[in-house]
């Protein structure tokens, strides 16, 4: 039975597939050799549509769930993140702090099939973003140093949580960590949980920012500073400040 809801998901999934999408999607993904997302396989559906199909197939559970998210494809693992969001939730309106657990847990242990930016970003700040809120978040620090780049993303990216309740003191220190990763994408990870920060505070933004800018990755100090004014977005560019 449990088996048969797993392959009744693939199967909806797989007739929703599109191969002109996919073949989109695997040069937008970098899934060629030696990108990040290399052996990456697309279906070519939507993301809406994958929604839609995993909220079918809510009753699924964890061991199940994790079936999904071993699958190469990219819209079943898609399906098992929205699947882990959507038990999260419930959870946390429920106040159940042991199931609560046991995703969050389950989410990190996993965090190597977590493995496109895609599926980091439409998580993290869900679940252990939401789960660390009012906890210890050492662990954070431990993903931040972490050789694989989907830890790290998961790292800053569940920071947005924290941003969104006005606390901005992670997001500063795991960025100050990060200023030398090698990866554009963390570059725009935390560009962009910078710039959230400067929607809610841009002077605690601007107070981090003329302390780092200099030693910034560029495409990290664009992202940051792409609602500034252009008369102070430029003298940032040319290290005026």
Same mark, same amino acid.
């Given at each position: 039975?449990?088996?048969?809801? #797993?392959?009744?998901?693939?199967?909806?999934?797989?007739?929703?597939?599109?191969?002109?999408?996919?073949?989109?999607?695997?040069?937008?993904?970098?899934?060629?050799?030696?990108?990040?997302?290399?052996?990456? #396989?697309?279906?070519?559906?939507?993301?809406?549509?994958?929604?839609?199909?995993?909220?079918?197939?809510?009753?699924?559970?964890?061991?199940?769930?994790?079936?999904?998210?071993?699958?190469?494809?990219?819209?079943?693992?898609?399906?098992?993140?929205?699947?882990? #969001?959507?038990?999260? /939730?419930? %959870?946390?309106?429920?106040?159940?702090?042991?199931?609560?657990?046991?995703?969050? !847990?389950?989410?990190?242990?996993?965090?190597?099939?977590?493995?496109?930016?895609?599926?980091? !970003?439409?998580? %993290?700040?869900?679940?252990?973003?939401?789960?660390?809120?009012?906890? !210890?978040?050492?662990?954070?620090?431990?993903?931040?140093?972490?050789?694989?780049?989907?830890?790290?993303?998961?790292?800053?990216?569940?920071?947005?949580?924290?941003?969104?309740?006005?606390?901005?003191?992670?997001?500063?220190?795991?960025?100050?960590?990060?200023?030398?990763?090698?990866?554009?994408?963390?570059?725009? %990870?935390?560009?962009?949980?910078?710039?959230?920060?400067?929607?809610? !505070?841009?002077?605690?933004? /601007?107070?981090?920012?003329?302390?780092?800018?200099?030693?910034?990755?560029?495409?990290?100090?664009?992202?940051?500073?792409?609602?500034?004014?252009?008369?102070?977005?430029?003298?940032?560019?040319?290290?005026?400040?």
């Amino acid at each position: 039975m449990t088996n048969m809801t #797993v392959a009744q998901l693939k199967k909806e999934l797989k007739s929703l597939g599109n191969p002109e999408k996919a073949k989109l999607l695997q040069g937008f993904f970098k899934t060629g050799k030696g990108e990040y997302g290399e052996g990456d #396989v697309f279906l070519g559906v939507t993301v809406p549509e994958t929604r839609r199909v995993a909220k079918k197939h809510h009753e699924l559970s964890l061991k199940e769930t994790e079936e999904l998210l071993q699958s190469k494809i990219h819209e079943e693992r898609l399906a098992a993140i929205l699947l882990l #969001v959507h038990h999260f /939730e419930l %959870a946390f309106k429920e106040k159940n702090e042991k199931k609560q657990k046991e995703i969050f !847990d389950f989410y990190l242990s996993n965090a190597s099939r977590v493995n496109n930016w895609d599926l980091v !970003d439409l998580s %993290a700040p869900k679940i252990s973003g939401s789960y660390l809120l009012n906890r !210890d978040r050492k662990i954070l620090y431990k993903l931040t140093n972490s050789k694989s780049l989907w830890e790290k993303r998961i790292a800053i990216i569940s920071t947005f949580e924290f941003i969104r309740n006005k606390e901005f003191t992670d997001t500063f220190a795991i960025t100050e960590t990060l200023l030398r990763d090698e990866h554009d994408l963390m570059h725009k %990870a935390c560009g962009w949980m910078l710039r959230e920060v400067g929607k809610r !505070d841009q002077q605690a933004l /601007e107070k981090f920012l003329k302390k780092h800018y200099k030693q910034m990755p560029r495409t990290m100090l664009r992202y940051a500073i792409e609602r500034f004014d252009e008369k102070k977005r430029k003298a940032y560019l040319n290290s005026e400040i």
